[in-house]
């Protein structure tokens, strides 16, 4: 099975701010910090899909002068794409990015799909691909033997893409034959790790951050992606996700 435990992944990612030799690991740093911080995260706190959910994304993130702090507790009781979206944010807000990306990355009441840097993120459909392809942050593949723990995942129950779509986000950590595991907030317990038979997930898709600092330039997104604003309304293929996620190239 391709599954590390979490704590040995954070204890890999923190060792050198308690000035211990590092651990050898297999992941790229960034990959790492998400998982440290997912495992760092209070567990539980409930589920819940809805524009209130969204609403206390505001309380658990937060400018404090030009620093951006993230309390996960304050979100809770919370949905897929908030929680993972804390996580994101959490790492990113270690980095020396500009005054305006950190603005960039707040999010606002009922914030709507394909606006910003949430509304993108959080998007029906290819939502986090299509942000980090966007911002050249990243890259997206299908094939889960490329996949490493700290990996975004993208996960349809569906072949339906799009407004009668069913998905989720998540956090992957690993999967062996018949199982996946990923962290995430999920359904009913909230932020928790969950492992679920390989075969519910109709699509995967798979996005991995290697160039964080690139979120530089969040600041300078158009202000609404409308292929992902329109995931509410209709109906998507999957050639038209590959086209805006960089998978066709």
Same mark, same amino acid.
């Given at each position: ?21 590092? #651990?050898?690991? @297999? !992941? /790229? ?12 995260? =209070?567990? $539980?706190? &409930? ?45 990113? #807000?270690?980095? @020396? !990015? /500009? ?12 914030? =709507?799909? $394909?606006? &910003? ?133």
């Amino acid at each position: 099975m391709k599954l590390l435990p979490l704590a040995l992944l954070a204890l890999s990612a923190c060792a050198n701010s308690r000035g211990l030799p590092e #651990a050898p690991s @297999p !992941l /790229p740093a960034t990959n790492q910090a998400l998982v440290a911080l997912a495992e760092s995260y =209070p567990e $539980g706190g &409930g589920y819940e899909a809805s524009d209130a959910a969204t609403n206390r994304l505001q309380k658990a993130l937060q400018l404090r002068g030009q620093r951006l702090v993230v309390d996960p507790a304050a979100a809770f009781p919370a949905y897929c794409s908030g929680a993972t979206y804390l996580v994101l944010v959490d790492h990113l #807000a270690s980095l @020396p !990015l /500009p005054p305006a990306a950190h603005r960039a990355l707040l999010t606002r009441p009922a914030h =709507p799909d $394909g606006e &910003g840097v949430f509304g993108r993120f959080n998007a029906n459909g290819p939502g986090t691909a299509v942000l980090f392809h966007e911002l050249g942050a990243g890259r997206s593949f299908t094939d889960p033997e490329e996949a490493l723990p700290g990996d975004f995942l993208k996960l349809w129950w569906t072949e339906e893409i799009g407004k009668l779509e069913r998905g989720h986000l998540v956090l992957y950590l690993g999967h062996d034959e018949e199982t996946l595991t990923y962290w995430s907030g999920n359904q009913p317990e909230g932020f928790s790790r969950k492992t679920i038979p390989r075969a519910r997930a109709q699509r995967l898709l798979f996005t991995r951050l290697t160039r964080p600092q690139a979120f530089a330039q969040a600041a300078q997104l158009p202000a609404r992606n409308g292929f992902l604003a329109d995931m509410l309304r209709r109906r998507f293929t999957w050639a038209q996700v590959a086209e805006q996620t960089g998978l066709a190239e």
